[in-house]
T-cell receptor, first 108, second 117 residues
Framework: GIQVEQSPPDLILQEGANSTLRCNFS?????LQWFHQNPWGQLINLFY???GTKQNGRLSATTVATERYSLLYISSSQTTDSGVYFC??????????FGTGTRLTVIP | GAGVSQSPSNKVTEKGKDVELRCDPI?????LYWYRQSLGQGLEFLIY????????KSGLPSDRFSAERTGGSVSTLTIQRTQQEDSAVYLC???????????????FGPGTRLTVL
């Protein structure tokens, strides 16, 4: 299967700080999704971004498919941003391969 | 609209018993996926249904695991003779039909937390 590496594994931020999370993947994909797993375990869709750049409020993401990486930017972080961020990739409509996640803790 | 729903939200069972987990996908979604999340293994794929095609069972860890999808909608994941290593959160996802631009974007349910004593 496709290998997905996320970095950093853990990140602690002061409220208001900015951060960048990285996702590297080992093969060509046509699906890349970023998720936020909240404290109740629900996977919340952040971005569907197999290529290009998207923005949604304080969050934005960029995928450079030819170089097999994606970045998730969080600006002006808030305590509610805490949780685990997952990157997942797939080819076609096949199953997603998940990274091991970045655990973000935002302290007030 | 309504998201993916799963039931039960929690299930505690004894080793050796059979369990059934249910998933209701988003209305109109044609693809349905089962994954599980455990501490040691992260998020791993189990099985994938696409319309009326034969399911992709390549992720099922043993023949104790099976799944069916009735009428192209609701799916049931069955684990027979449960073992302690089956303890995990079982997640279901669905995605839109081929005709849509983001046909392969997956949306997840809240999961079923299975504990095998």
């Amino acid at each position: 299967g496709i290998q997905v590496e996320q970095s950093p594994p853990d990140l602690i931020l002061q409220e208001g700080a900015n951060s960048t999370l990285r996702c590297n993947f080992s093969d060509s994909v046509n699906n890349l999704q970023w998720f936020h797993q909240n404290p109740w375990g629900q996977l919340i869709n952040l971005f569907y971004i197999p290529s290009g750049t998207k923005q949604n409020g304080r969050l934005s993401a960029t995928t450079v498919a030819t170089e097999r990486y994606s970045l998730l930017y969080i600006s002006s972080s808030q305590t509610t941003d805490s949780g685990v961020y997952f990157c997942a990739v797939a080819t076609g409509a096949n199953n997603l391969f998940f990274g091991t996640g970045t655990r973000l803790t935002v302290i007030p | 609209g309504a998201g993916v729903s799963q039931s039960p939200s929690n299930k505690v069972t004894e080793k050796g018993k059979d369990v059934e987990l249910r998933c209701d996908p988003i209305s109109g979604h044609t693809a349905l996926y089962w994954y599980r999340q455990s501490l040691g293994q992260g998020l791993e794929f189990l099985i994938y249904f696409q319309g009326n095609s034969a399911p992709d069972k390549s992720g099922l860890p043993s023949d104790r695991f099976s799944a069916e999808r009735t009428g192209g909608s609701v799916s049931t994941l069955t684990i027979q003779r449960t073992q302690q290593e089956d303890s995990a959160v079982y997640l279901c996802a669905s995605s839109p039909p081929w005709a849509e631009e983001s046909y392969n974007e997956q949306f997840f349910g809240p999961g079923t937390r299975l504990t095998v004593l």
